[in-house]
């Protein structure tokens, strides 16, 4: 599906407030609008517009960067396009590493090319839900075919695994390549996360790292932990306290 098809992607609300910042939400690998569109529901009702979009799972798992740069510069120009930097501030929420990846292109290009820097002067918060995540030939192949079923879910499972083996000769390892972008980007604005501890797609442990080294990095930090709560279900699991910790951060974030 072509960027320009993804208008319809885009949430208004009815009671936006002039302070409140555009969110832009990076859906996870496989998302389907209608899941996505939830979290765009939940920000209308609380007076923030939102565009929400799902890169394709080629794109997502590419052997090479270039079609992920292509769809993270389209969000960006659509930005600009739709006047989205003017007198606003804007919040990026990535879901998984389906939409940190595109995250990690945004990064790139916000610090790389001019055009994009009223995108990054107005870029005021980051929220992670179950990512980003250490990828590992386990875990991709699971999240990959998650939500699948006989004879899809094999049929994904084999075609992963030679991409995987396709990509490791080609290009090296893009998973420690990925890990290594998102241990450095150091944008100097709030980010809140929100992971559990029995993520099956998520390695804790790294993930905590790279949390503990953003506090170092003088970075503002919130997280929100579970010990039960499925790989981005956490707002299915957990609704009271996921809302509450989304209202505070935007509320926090917004322009006064």
Same mark, same amino acid.
């Given at each position: 599906?072509?960027?320009?098809?993804?208008?319809?992607?885009?949430?208004?609300?009815?009671?936006?407030?002039?302070?409140a910042?555009?969110?832009?939400?990076?859906?996870?690998?496989?998302?389907?609008?209608?899941?996505?569109?939830?979290?765009?529901?939940?920000?209308?009702?609380?007076?923030?517009?939102?565009?929400?979009?799902?890169?394709?799972?080629?794109?997502?798992?590419s052997?090479?960067?270039?079609?992920?740069r292509?769809?993270?510069?389209?969000?960006?120009?659509?930005?600009?396009e739709?006047?989205?930097?003017?007198?606003?501030? $804007?919040? #990026?929420?990535?879901?998984?590493?389906?939409? *940190?990846? &595109?995250? @990690?292109?945004?990064?790139? !290009?916000?610090?790389?090319?001019?055009?994009?820097?009223?995108?990054?002067?107005?870029?005021?918060?980051?929220?992670?839900?179950?990512?980003?995540?250490?990828?590992?030939?386990?875990?991709?192949?699971?999240?990959?075919?998650?939500?699948?079923?006989?004879?899809?879910?094999?049929?994904?499972?084999?075609?992963?695994?030679?991409?995987?083996?396709?990509?490791?000769?080609?290009?090296?390892?893009?998973s420690?390549?990925?890990?290594?972008?998102?241990?450095?980007?150091?944008?100097?604005?709030?980010? $809140?996360? #929100?992971?559990?501890?029995?993520?099956?797609? *998520?390695? &804790?442990? @790294?993930?905590?790292?790279? !949390?503990?080294?953003?506090?170092?990095?003088?970075?503002?930090?919130?997280?929100?932990?579970?010990?039960?709560?499925?790989?981005?279900?956490?707002?299915?699991?957990?609704?009271?306290?996921?809302?509450?910790?989304?209202?505070?951060?935007?509320?926090?974030?917004?322009?006064?």
């Amino acid at each position: 599906m072509a960027f320009q098809q993804l208008g319809k992607a885009e949430t208004m609300s009815p009671i936006e407030s002039e302070h409140a910042p555009f969110v832009i939400l990076l859906g996870w690998v496989n998302c389907d609008h209608r899941y996505l569109a939830k979290y765009s529901e939940l920000l209308s009702k609380n007076g923030y517009s939102s565009l929400r979009t799902i890169q394709p799972t080629f794109t997502g798992f590419s052997i090479a960067e270039a079609p992920r740069r292509l769809w993270a510069s389209n969000i960006l120009n659509y930005l600009l396009e739709r006047q989205k930097v003017q007198h606003r501030s $804007l919040v #990026f929420w990535q879901f998984s590493n389906g939409g *940190c990846w &595109v995250f @990690e292109q945004i990064v790139a !290009l916000v610090q790389a090319q001019g055009r994009y820097v009223p995108i990054k002067n107005a870029m005021a918060g980051l929220i992670f839900d179950s990512a980003p995540c250490v990828m590992t030939i386990t875990s991709g192949r699971a999240a990959i075919t998650e939500g699948t079923r006989f004879p899809i879910k094999q049929l994904l499972q084999a075609a992963f695994l030679v991409m995987t083996l396709l990509t490791f000769v080609l290009v090296g390892n893009t998973s420690k390549r990925f890990w290594n972008r998102m241990l450095k980007e150091t944008l100097a604005i709030p980010r $809140l996360y #929100f992971y559990s501890t029995d993520d099956k797609l *998520c390695d &804790v442990k @790294e993930l905590e790292t790279l !949390l503990d080294m953003k506090r170092q990095q003088g970075l503002d930090v919130t997280v929100k932990r579970w010990d039960k709560s499925a790989h981005c279900a956490h707002l299915r699991k957990h609704p009271d306290e996921y809302i509450a910790e989304v209202q505070a951060f935007l509320a926090k974030v917004s322009k006064p």
